[in-house]
């Protein structure tokens, strides 16, 4: 067999953790996008270049503060502790924690230049229609955001499946618990098993443009569906 079974099972994993990770962040990235694209706050600059900072934040630097938050001494680390749950620190939930965060910025952007896209007139009519503006986003928003709502799911999928620095930071790289592909790698080449680094590596490409590629054809569809 190509892959062995500690590779498969960190591809189990590491699945599950960009599922995990992409169905939180739709969640979360809708609601913050749409106030985004709609707000005239003050705060709307500095919360979106805090939402963006994953981008140009080496993903070392952000593991390890959130490695730090998590700890015993961390302020999320004494707030679990609290409450009972442990440390989250080098477990599968503190890499979800670590996911959400570095790929928040994949998940909020496409979404809210999505709604941006909108424009207000759409909205103006179902309110002369005497529609709520929850009624408004969830029939007429969220509708016409589908193409931004897509994205934002592939991309932060995909995202996580590639992330090296952050769950090394977080989850370290522990068999069943926190080895992802990524890490899996850098253990094979560590150990110098290159043909089972190339069979994990080779899908990684693989895989990457397939997601690029799908993007493409689905923005081309997507420009001759305009007027």
Same mark, same amino acid.
């Given at each position: 067999?190509?892959?062995?079974?500690?590779?498969?099972?960190?591809?189990?994993?590491?699945?599950?953790?960009?599922?995990?990770?992409?169905?939180?962040?739709?969640?979360?990235?809708?609601?913050?996008?749409?106030?985004?694209?709609?707000?005239?706050?003050?705060?709307?600059?500095?919360?979106?270049?805090?939402?963006?900072?994953?981008?140009?934040?080496?993903?070392?630097?952000?593991? %390890?503060?959130?490695?730090?938050?998590?700890?015993?001494?961390?302020?999320?680390?004494?707030?679990?502790?609290?409450?009972?749950?442990?440390?989250?620190? %080098?477990? /599968?939930?503190?890499?979800?924690?670590?996911?959400?965060?570095?790929?928040?910025?994949?998940?909020?952007?496409?979404?809210?230049?999505?709604?941006?896209?909108?424009?207000?007139?759409?909205?103006?009519?179902?309110?002369?229609?005497?529609?709520?503006?929850?009624?408004? /986003?969830?029939?007429?928003?969220?509708p016409l955001?589908?193409p931004g709502?897509?994205?934002?799911?592939?991309?932060? %999928?995909?995202?996580?499946?590639?992330?090296?620095?952050?769950?090394?930071?977080?989850?370290?790289?522990?068999?069943?618990?926190?080895?992802?592909?990524?890490?899996?790698?850098?253990?094979?080449?560590?150990?110098?098993?290159?043909?089972?680094?190339?069979?994990?590596?080779?899908?990684?490409?693989?895989?990457?443009?397939?997601?690029?590629?799908?993007?493409?054809?689905?923005?081309?569809?997507?420009?001759?569906?305009?007027?």
């Amino acid at each position: 067999m190509p892959l062995s079974d500690e590779s498969l099972q960190a591809v189990r994993l590491t699945l599950v953790l960009a599922a995990s990770t992409t169905a939180v962040l739709l969640v979360l990235a809708t609601p913050l996008a749409w106030w985004l694209s709609q707000t005239r706050s003050r705060w709307r600059a500095p919360i979106g270049a805090l939402v963006t900072l994953p981008l140009v934040l080496p993903p070392t630097v952000l593991g %390890f503060y959130l490695l730090v938050a998590m700890g015993p001494e961390g302020p999320l680390g004494r707030l679990t502790q609290a409450l009972g749950l442990g440390i989250l620190s %080098f477990s /599968f939930t503190g890499l979800l924690i670590g996911s959400i965060v570095y790929s928040l910025p994949f998940a909020v952007q496409p979404i809210q230049h999505a709604f941006e896209a909108i424009g207000r007139r759409p909205l103006e009519v179902a309110a002369t229609l005497r529609a709520r503006p929850l009624d408004a /986003f969830v029939s007429v928003a969220l509708p016409l955001a589908r193409p931004g709502l897509i994205t934002a799911a592939i991309l932060s %999928f995909a995202h996580t499946v590639g992330e090296f620095g952050v769950v090394l930071m977080i989850g370290g790289n522990i068999p069943g618990r926190t080895r992802v592909v990524s890490t899996q790698i850098y253990g094979h080449v560590e150990a110098m098993e290159y043909s089972q680094a190339h069979w994990l590596a080779g899908a990684m490409l693989a895989f990457s443009f397939a997601v690029l590629l799908g993007l493409a054809l689905m923005k081309r569809a997507n420009d001759r569906l305009l007027p």
